[in-house]
Protein backbone atom coordinates (compact mmCIF):
# COMPACT_ATOMS: atom_id res chain seq x y z
CA UNK A 1 0.00 0.00 0.00
CA UNK A 2 3.21 2.24 0.87
CA UNK A 3 6.33 2.47 1.02
CA UNK A 4 8.12 6.46 1.14
CA UNK A 5 11.14 7.22 2.59
CA UNK A 6 12.44 11.24 3.61
CA UNK A 7 16.02 9.71 1.76
CA UNK A 8 16.84 12.27 -0.85
CA UNK A 9 14.14 15.17 0.06
CA UNK A 10 16.08 18.29 1.02
CA UNK A 11 16.17 19.01 4.91
CA UNK A 12 13.77 21.43 4.61
CA UNK A 13 11.39 19.31 3.05
CA UNK A 14 11.59 16.02 4.76
CA UNK A 15 8.93 16.72 7.75
CA UNK A 16 6.49 17.92 5.36
CA UNK A 17 7.02 15.08 2.94
CA UNK A 18 6.50 12.59 6.15
CA UNK A 19 3.42 14.53 6.95
CA UNK A 20 2.09 14.22 3.03
CA UNK A 21 2.63 10.30 2.52
CA UNK A 22 0.82 9.54 6.46
CA UNK A 23 -2.60 10.92 5.00
CA UNK A 24 -3.96 7.79 3.86
CA UNK A 25 -3.25 5.41 6.59
CA UNK A 26 -3.35 7.60 9.41
CA UNK A 27 -6.44 9.61 8.37
CA UNK A 28 -7.14 13.25 9.97
CA UNK A 29 -3.88 12.55 12.27
CA UNK A 30 -1.01 15.06 11.90
CA UNK A 31 2.21 15.11 13.03
CA UNK A 32 4.10 17.72 15.28
CA UNK A 33 7.83 18.50 14.97
CA UNK A 34 9.56 19.06 18.12
CA UNK A 35 13.43 19.22 16.72
CA UNK A 36 14.80 20.84 14.40
CA UNK A 37 17.38 18.61 12.88
CA UNK A 38 17.24 16.41 9.64
CA UNK A 39 13.93 14.19 10.14
CA UNK A 40 15.13 10.92 8.48
CA UNK A 41 12.18 8.68 8.34
CA UNK A 42 10.36 5.82 6.21
CA UNK A 43 6.99 4.67 6.18
CA UNK A 44 5.41 1.11 5.31
CA UNK A 45 1.87 -0.06 4.89
CA UNK A 46 0.69 -3.28 4.07
CA UNK A 47 -3.15 -3.68 3.90
CA UNK A 48 -5.25 -7.19 3.98
CA UNK A 49 -9.34 -6.50 3.66
CA UNK A 50 -9.93 -4.16 6.55
CA UNK A 51 -6.71 -4.56 8.33
CA UNK A 52 -3.89 -2.15 7.23
CA UNK A 53 -0.55 -2.85 8.91
CA UNK A 54 2.10 0.45 9.23
CA UNK A 55 5.51 1.08 10.30
CA UNK A 56 6.79 4.51 10.98
CA UNK A 57 10.41 4.67 11.71
CA UNK A 58 11.76 8.25 12.51
CA UNK A 59 12.83 11.08 15.40
CA UNK A 60 10.84 11.45 17.83
CA UNK A 61 7.89 13.85 17.82
CA UNK A 62 4.39 13.86 18.67
CA UNK A 63 0.81 13.54 16.71
CA UNK A 64 -2.07 14.77 17.87
CA UNK A 65 -6.16 14.44 16.24
CA UNK A 66 -8.68 16.96 17.76
CA UNK A 67 -11.61 17.90 17.92
CA UNK A 68 -11.27 20.25 14.32
CA UNK A 69 -9.34 16.94 12.74
CA UNK A 70 -12.33 14.75 13.79
CA UNK A 71 -14.49 16.90 12.26
CA UNK A 72 -13.12 17.76 8.91
CA UNK A 73 -11.73 14.13 8.34
CA UNK A 74 -14.48 11.72 10.38
CA UNK A 75 -12.96 8.43 10.80
CA UNK A 76 -14.52 5.76 12.94
CA UNK A 77 -11.25 3.16 12.66
CA UNK A 78 -9.30 1.77 15.78
CA UNK A 79 -5.29 1.60 15.82
CA UNK A 80 -3.45 -0.79 17.94
CA UNK A 81 0.11 0.81 18.22
CA UNK A 82 3.35 -1.00 19.67
CA UNK A 83 6.90 0.12 19.75
CA UNK A 84 9.11 -2.49 20.71
CA UNK A 85 12.30 -0.01 21.76
CA UNK A 86 10.74 3.49 23.02
CA UNK A 87 8.21 4.24 25.44
CA UNK A 88 5.38 6.85 24.50
CA UNK A 89 2.92 9.68 26.63
CA UNK A 90 -0.89 9.11 25.01
CA UNK A 91 -3.18 11.83 26.48
CA UNK A 92 -6.71 10.52 26.13
CA UNK A 93 -9.75 12.60 27.76
CA UNK A 94 -7.62 14.29 29.54
CA UNK A 95 -5.98 11.21 31.16
CA UNK A 96 -2.31 10.92 30.24
CA UNK A 97 -0.49 7.74 30.76
CA UNK A 98 3.01 6.54 29.93
CA UNK A 99 3.01 3.52 27.46
CA UNK A 100 5.76 1.37 27.88
CA UNK A 101 8.13 -0.26 25.49
CA UNK A 102 6.62 -3.28 24.12
CA UNK A 103 2.96 -2.63 25.55
CA UNK A 104 0.41 -2.53 22.48
CA UNK A 105 -2.38 0.90 23.51
CA UNK A 106 -5.40 0.74 21.49
CA UNK A 107 -6.40 4.28 20.03
CA UNK A 108 -9.95 5.25 18.75
CA UNK A 109 -9.72 7.92 16.01
CA UNK A 110 -13.10 9.04 16.56
CA UNK A 111 -11.81 10.82 19.86
CA UNK A 112 -8.82 13.30 20.13
CA UNK A 113 -5.96 11.91 21.47
CA UNK A 114 -2.28 13.55 21.52
CA UNK A 115 0.62 11.22 21.18
CA UNK A 116 4.56 11.97 21.98
CA UNK A 117 7.52 10.48 21.86
CA UNK A 118 11.19 11.57 23.30
CA UNK A 119 12.68 13.80 20.78
CA UNK A 120 16.04 12.91 21.41
CA UNK A 121 15.70 9.33 20.05
CA UNK A 122 14.32 7.44 16.99
CA UNK A 123 11.42 5.30 17.81
CA UNK A 124 9.73 2.51 15.46
CA UNK A 125 6.25 2.95 15.86
CA UNK A 126 4.11 -0.07 14.34
CA UNK A 127 0.09 0.57 13.74
CA UNK A 128 -2.70 -1.86 13.03
CA UNK A 129 -5.70 0.05 11.27
CA UNK A 130 -8.82 -2.16 12.44
CA UNK A 131 -12.39 -1.70 11.63
CA UNK A 132 -14.38 -0.54 14.76
CA UNK A 133 -16.52 -3.75 14.88
CA UNK A 134 -14.22 -6.47 16.30
CA UNK A 135 -15.51 -10.20 16.56
CA UNK A 136 -19.18 -9.01 15.76
CA UNK A 137 -18.81 -6.51 18.67
CA UNK A 138 -19.12 -2.54 17.79
CA UNK A 139 -16.19 -0.97 20.22
CA UNK A 140 -17.22 2.62 21.42
CA UNK A 141 -15.24 4.30 24.02
CA UNK A 142 -15.25 2.39 26.96
CA UNK A 143 -14.31 -1.05 25.24
CA UNK A 144 -11.17 0.40 24.09
CA UNK A 145 -10.60 1.86 27.84
CA UNK A 146 -11.33 -1.68 28.97
CA UNK A 147 -8.87 -3.07 26.41
CA UNK A 148 -6.18 -0.98 27.39
CA UNK A 149 -6.97 -1.33 31.18
CA UNK A 150 -6.53 -5.50 30.74
CA UNK A 151 -3.83 -4.98 28.32
CA UNK A 152 -0.99 -5.14 30.77
CA UNK A 153 -2.62 -7.59 33.81
CA UNK A 154 -4.65 -10.26 32.23
CA UNK A 155 -2.88 -13.36 30.59
CA UNK A 156 -4.63 -12.64 27.70
CA UNK A 157 -3.24 -9.24 27.35
CA UNK A 158 0.33 -10.84 27.49
CA UNK A 159 -0.29 -12.76 25.09
CA UNK A 160 -1.91 -10.19 22.79
CA UNK A 161 1.51 -8.17 23.27
CA UNK A 162 3.49 -11.32 22.38
CA UNK A 163 1.69 -12.24 19.27
CA UNK A 164 1.88 -8.32 18.38
CA UNK A 165 5.84 -8.70 18.49
CA UNK A 166 5.72 -11.41 16.27
CA UNK A 167 3.38 -9.95 13.82
CA UNK A 168 5.83 -6.57 13.49
CA UNK A 169 8.68 -8.88 13.50
CA UNK A 170 7.24 -10.86 10.40
CA UNK A 171 6.93 -7.56 8.75
CA UNK A 172 10.47 -6.04 9.53
CA UNK A 173 12.04 -9.99 7.93
CA UNK A 174 9.76 -9.32 4.55
CA UNK A 175 7.12 -12.01 5.43
CA UNK A 176 4.50 -9.55 4.77
CA UNK A 177 2.17 -12.39 4.00
CA UNK A 178 2.78 -14.41 7.49
CA UNK A 179 2.16 -10.58 9.45
CA UNK A 180 -0.95 -10.36 7.79
CA UNK A 181 -2.31 -13.73 8.75
CA UNK A 182 -0.74 -12.76 12.04
CA UNK A 183 -3.13 -9.92 12.59
CA UNK A 184 -6.07 -11.78 12.38
CA UNK A 185 -4.85 -13.40 15.73
CA UNK A 186 -4.16 -10.23 17.35
CA UNK A 187 -7.86 -9.29 16.17
CA UNK A 188 -8.73 -11.96 17.73
CA UNK A 189 -7.22 -11.53 20.78
CA UNK A 190 -8.55 -8.20 21.53
CA UNK A 191 -11.98 -9.66 20.80
CA UNK A 192 -10.96 -12.39 23.57
CA UNK A 193 -9.83 -9.50 25.57
CA UNK A 194 -13.61 -7.49 25.34
CA UNK A 195 -15.42 -10.41 26.20
CA UNK A 196 -13.44 -11.72 29.47
CA UNK A 197 -14.65 -10.97 32.94
CA UNK A 198 -12.43 -9.63 35.28
CA UNK A 199 -12.32 -13.49 37.19
CA UNK A 200 -11.52 -14.61 33.81
CA UNK A 201 -9.14 -11.81 32.09
CA UNK A 202 -6.94 -11.31 35.74
CA UNK A 203 -5.08 -14.43 36.96
CA UNK A 204 -3.52 -14.69 40.53
CA UNK A 205 -0.04 -14.27 39.05
CA UNK A 206 -1.17 -10.92 37.01
CA UNK A 207 -2.38 -9.31 40.62
CA UNK A 208 0.73 -10.00 42.14
CA UNK A 209 2.83 -8.59 39.24
CA UNK A 210 0.15 -5.17 39.48
CA UNK A 211 0.51 -4.59 43.16
CA UNK A 212 4.78 -5.25 42.68
CA UNK A 213 5.09 -2.37 39.74
CA UNK A 214 3.79 0.43 42.10
CA UNK A 215 6.37 -0.59 44.39
CA UNK A 216 9.53 -0.93 41.86
CA UNK A 217 11.07 1.99 43.63
CA UNK A 218 11.48 0.69 46.96
CA UNK A 219 14.91 -1.46 47.43
CA UNK A 220 12.97 -3.11 50.26
CA UNK A 221 10.54 -3.90 48.95
CA UNK A 222 10.28 -8.24 48.87
CA UNK A 223 8.13 -11.30 47.69
CA UNK A 224 7.13 -11.00 51.80
CA UNK A 225 5.95 -7.63 51.13
CA UNK A 226 3.78 -9.07 48.05
CA UNK A 227 2.67 -12.07 50.23
CA UNK A 228 1.71 -9.32 53.47
CA UNK A 229 -0.02 -7.21 51.15
CA UNK A 230 -2.43 -9.65 49.62
CA UNK A 231 -2.51 -11.71 52.52
CA UNK A 232 -1.04 -15.04 51.62
CA UNK A 233 2.07 -17.30 52.30
CA UNK A 234 5.16 -16.64 50.21
CA UNK A 235 4.99 -19.99 49.09
CA UNK A 236 2.10 -19.12 47.70
CA UNK A 237 3.38 -16.11 45.78
CA UNK A 238 6.47 -18.04 44.62
CA UNK A 239 4.49 -21.32 42.90
CA UNK A 240 2.52 -18.43 41.00
CA UNK A 241 5.83 -17.26 39.38
CA UNK A 242 7.09 -20.93 39.00
CA UNK A 243 3.84 -21.58 37.53
CA UNK A 244 4.67 -19.82 34.79
CA UNK A 245 8.76 -20.18 34.40
CA UNK A 246 9.52 -17.48 36.21
CA UNK A 247 10.95 -16.10 39.83
CA UNK A 248 9.97 -13.34 41.62
CA UNK A 249 13.64 -12.00 42.45
CA UNK A 250 14.10 -12.42 38.30
CA UNK A 251 10.95 -10.84 37.45
CA UNK A 252 11.58 -7.52 39.61
CA UNK A 253 14.86 -7.25 38.85
CA UNK A 254 13.68 -7.07 34.79
CA UNK A 255 11.00 -4.70 35.60
CA UNK A 256 13.55 -2.32 37.49
CA UNK A 257 15.82 -2.37 34.38
CA UNK A 258 12.75 -2.01 31.98
CA UNK A 259 12.00 1.13 34.53
CA UNK A 260 15.60 2.54 34.45
CA UNK A 261 15.81 2.51 30.51
CA UNK A 262 12.42 4.15 30.23
CA UNK A 263 13.76 7.00 32.67
CA UNK A 264 17.04 6.80 30.96
CA UNK A 265 15.66 8.08 28.00
CA UNK A 266 12.97 10.62 29.57
CA UNK A 267 14.01 14.10 29.17
CA UNK A 268 12.55 14.52 32.96
CA UNK A 269 15.55 12.76 34.35
CA UNK A 270 18.88 13.88 32.04
CA UNK A 271 19.76 16.09 35.27
CA UNK A 272 20.30 13.00 37.00
CA UNK A 273 23.32 10.73 37.05
CA UNK A 274 22.84 7.37 35.37
CA UNK A 275 23.32 5.91 39.72
CA UNK A 276 20.79 7.95 40.92
CA UNK A 277 18.07 6.93 38.29
CA UNK A 278 19.36 2.92 39.55
CA UNK A 279 18.84 4.14 42.96
CA UNK A 280 15.31 5.90 42.10
CA UNK A 281 14.49 2.29 40.01
CA UNK A 282 14.78 0.23 43.31
CA UNK A 283 18.89 -0.60 42.38
CA UNK A 284 21.12 -0.65 45.09
CA UNK A 285 24.28 -2.38 43.19
CA UNK A 286 25.95 0.15 40.82
CA UNK A 287 28.21 -2.04 39.02
CA UNK A 288 25.80 -4.99 39.35
CA UNK A 289 23.23 -2.61 37.41
CA UNK A 290 25.56 -1.86 34.84
CA UNK A 291 26.73 -5.95 34.14
CA UNK A 292 22.84 -7.00 34.24
CA UNK A 293 21.64 -3.37 31.84
CA UNK A 294 24.19 -4.53 29.33
CA UNK A 295 22.89 -8.06 29.38
CA UNK A 296 19.22 -7.30 28.91
CA UNK A 297 19.52 -4.81 26.68
CA UNK A 298 22.72 -5.27 24.53
CA UNK A 299 23.83 -1.71 25.59
CA UNK A 300 25.30 0.18 28.84
CA UNK A 301 22.98 2.75 30.17
CA UNK A 302 24.64 5.88 28.84
CA UNK A 303 23.51 4.74 25.15
CA UNK A 304 19.81 5.79 26.47
CA UNK A 305 21.05 9.24 27.64
CA UNK A 306 19.34 12.25 25.58
Same mark, same amino acid.
Given at each position: ?12 ? !? ?45 ? %? ?51 ? %? ?43 ? !? ?52 ? $? ?15 ? %? ?6 ? !?????? $? ?27 ? $? ?33
Amino acid at each position: MLDASTTGYASRE !QFDYFCDVLCDVYLGIRPHRTTTADFDADVLAYRWGDVVLSRIRAPG %HDARRDGRMISDKPDDALFLNFSGNAASTVEVGGRVGVVRASTPVLLDNARPF %HLSFDPSRRFHLYSLRLPRVIGGRHVDASAVATVNERMPRSRVGR !QLALQTRLMTAELDAGRTEVAGAMSGAVTALIAVLLEASDADGVDRLSNYKATT $STHLERADFTVHEVARL %HRVSVRTV !QAAFAG $SGETFTAWIAGERLDLARDRLSDPVWACR $SIERIAQACGIRDASGFHRAFRARFGESPGAFRP
